[in-house]
C-alpha cells in the first residue's frame, strides 16, 4: 500500500504493555467465558453474547502500566484507521447518513476491558458495538503469516477495515436489528444471521477499498490479491477443516471462503453499499 503521504489517526488508544486488573468480585466474569468460547480468528461480533455477558465490564479496573512504544507496525494501523475514516466519511456524507462517527483503535496485549466483557488476543481482532471500539492485538498480523498464510500489508488493512465495518453497521443500526431477530430464531438462525452480518461486513471492506484508491491511489499491484486471500483463509469452511476435520455448515457464523471472496470483491468492484445488502440476497 502506498501511505507515505497518509495522514495518520488521532483515534488509537494504546493499552500495549498495560496490566488489566480486575474490581469486584476479582476475577474474570462469565461473559469473558462466553466470549472465549464464540471467538474465532477474527471478526468475532461480540454483540451476539452480549446479553449474556451481564455487568463483567463493570467489575474490571482501568488498565495501568507505561503504554509501549510506538513501532511502525502501530503507525501503520493507524494510517489504516485515518483512512477508513476518511472514505466512510466520504460514503456517509454522499448517501445522506450524516456525519460519520469515527470509532477508537485500541491495541492491546493478553487482555483488556471492553463494554462487551473482558477481550483477549485469543479472540482475535473484533469490534464492540458497546463502546464503539475496535479491538487488535498486534501479534494477531504475525499468526496471520505464520498460521493462516495470509502475509502482506493489506492483507493487514483487510482486516482493520473488516473490524470498522461492524462499526458502519452499528451506526446504520443492522447490529440492532440483528440482535432483535437473533432472539426470535433457533441457533441454525442465529449462525445464519451472523453469516449475513459478516459478509455484509466484508463487502463495505471492499468499498472502502474502493474509496481508498479512488481518492489517494493506495493500492499497488498484488494488494487485492492479499485482501482475498486473507478473506479465503478465515472462511468457516477452510477453518473448521483444520480444527476438527470436518465441515458443518449449520455452525458456520461468517460463510464459506468463496463467500467471503465474492462479498469483498463484489464491494471493491462497486464501491457502493448498495450492492452489500447481504440480508436481501436471493443466494450468498
Same mark, same amino acid.
Given at each position: 500500500?502506498?501511505?507515505?503521504?497518509?495522514?495518520?489517526?488521532?483515534?488509537?488508544?494504546?493499552?500495549?504493555?498495560?496490566?488489566?486488573?480486575?474490581?469486584?468480585?476479582?476475577?474474570?466474569?462469565?461473559?469473558?467465558?462466553?466470549?472465549?468460547?464464540?471467538?474465532?480468528?477474527?471478526?468475532?461480533?461480540?454483540?451476539?453474547?452480549?446479553?449474556?455477558?451481564?455487568?463483567?465490564?463493570?467489575?474490571?479496573?482501568? =488498565?495501568?502500566?507505561?503504554?509501549?512504544?510506538? !513501532? =511502525?507496525?502501530?503507525?501503520?494501523?493507524?494510517?489504516?484507521?485515518?483512512?477508513?475514516?476518511?472514505?466512510?466519511?466520504?460514503?456517509?456524507?454522499?448517501?445522506?447518513?450524516?456525519?460519520?462517527?469515527?470509532?477508537?483503535?485500541?491495541?492491546?496485549?493478553?487482555?483488556?476491558?471492553?463494554?462487551?466483557?473482558?477481550?483477549?488476543?485469543?479472540?482475535?481482532?473484533?469490534?464492540?458495538?458497546?463502546?464503539?471500539?475496535?479491538?487488535?492485538?498486534?501479534?494477531?498480523?504475525?499468526?496471520?503469516?505464520?498460521?493462516?498464510?495470509?502475509?502482506?500489508?493489506?492483507?493487514?488493512?483487510?482486516?482493520?477495515?473488516?473490524?470498522?465495518?461492524?462499526?458502519?453497521?452499528?451506526?446504520?443500526?443492522?447490529?440492532?436489528?440483528?440482535?432483535?431477530?437473533?432472539?426470535?430464531?433457533?441457533? !441454525?438462525?442465529?449462525?445464519?444471521?451472523?453469516?449475513?452480518?459478516?459478509?455484509?461486513?466484508?463487502?463495505?471492506?471492499?468499498?472502502?477499498?474502493?474509496?481508498?484508491?479512488?481518492?489517494?491511489?493506495?493500492?499497488?499491484?498484488?494488494?487485492?490479491?492479499?485482501?482475498?486471500?486473507?478473506?479465503?483463509?478465515?472462511?468457516?469452511?477452510?477453518?473448521?477443516?483444520?480444527?476438527?476435520?470436518?465441515?458443518?455448515?449449520?455452525?458456520?457464523?461468517?460463510?464459506?471462503?468463496?463467500?467471503?471472496?465474492?462479498?469483498?470483491?463484489?464491494?471493491?468492484?462497486?464501491?457502493?453499499?448498495?450492492?452489500?445488502?447481504?440480508?436481501?440476497? !436471493?443466494?450468498?
Amino acid at each position: 500500500m502506498r501511505l507515505d503521504n497518509s495522514r495518520e489517526s488521532q483515534n488509537v488508544e494504546d493499552r500495549r504493555g498495560r496490566r488489566m486488573s480486575m474490581g469486584g468480585r476479582g476475577k474474570i466474569g462469565i461473559g469473558t467465558i462466553v466470549l472465549a468460547l464464540v471467538a474465532v480468528y477474527f471478526g468475532v461480533d461480540p454483540n451476539v453474547v452480549l446479553q449474556t455477558i451481564g455487568g463483567d465490564a463493570e467489575t474490571q479496573s482501568p =488498565a495501568s502500566g507505561t503504554p509501549a512504544a510506538p !513501532t =511502525a507496525e502501530t503507525l501503520f494501523v493507524s494510517k489504516i484507521l485515518a483512512d477508513t475514516e476518511d472514505a466512510w466519511s466520504t460514503v456517509f456524507q454522499q448517501k445522506g447518513w450524516g456525519n460519520y462517527q469515527q470509532p477508537k483503535l485500541v491495541l492491546f496485549n493478553g487482555a483488556t476491558p471492553t463494554a462487551c466483557g473482558t477481550g483477549q488476543s485469543a479472540m482475535g481482532p473484533f469490534y464492540c458495538p458497546g463502546d464503539s471500539k475496535v479491538y487488535l492485538d498486534l501479534s494477531f498480523f504475525q499468526q496471520m503469516a505464520q498460521e493462516l498464510q495470509s502475509p502482506g500489508d493489506f492483507a493487514q488493512a483487510y482486516v482493520i477495515a473488516h473490524e470498522v465495518a461492524h462499526h458502519v453497521q452499528h451506526m446504520l443500526g443492522v447490529t440492532d436489528q440483528v440482535a432483535q431477530l437473533r432472539q426470535r430464531g433457533n441457533a !441454525t438462525a442465529a449462525n445464519q444471521l451472523s453469516v449475513k452480518v459478516e459478509l455484509q461486513a466484508d463487502c463495505f471492506a471492499g468499498v472502502w477499498a474502493n474509496h481508498s484508491d479512488s481518492q489517494r491511489n493506495t493500492l499497488e499491484e498484488g494488494d487485492i490479491e492479499e485482501a482475498l486471500n486473507a478473506a479465503s483463509a478465515i472462511g468457516d469452511d477452510r477453518l473448521q477443516q483444520r480444527s476438527q476435520g470436518q465441515i458443518v455448515p449449520d455452525s458456520f457464523t461468517h460463510g464459506t471462503s468463496a463467500q467471503r471472496v465474492n462479498w469483498f470483491r463484489r464491494g471493491f468492484s462497486s464501491g457502493d453499499t448498495a450492492q452489500c445488502d447481504t440480508f436481501s440476497a !436471493t443466494s450468498l
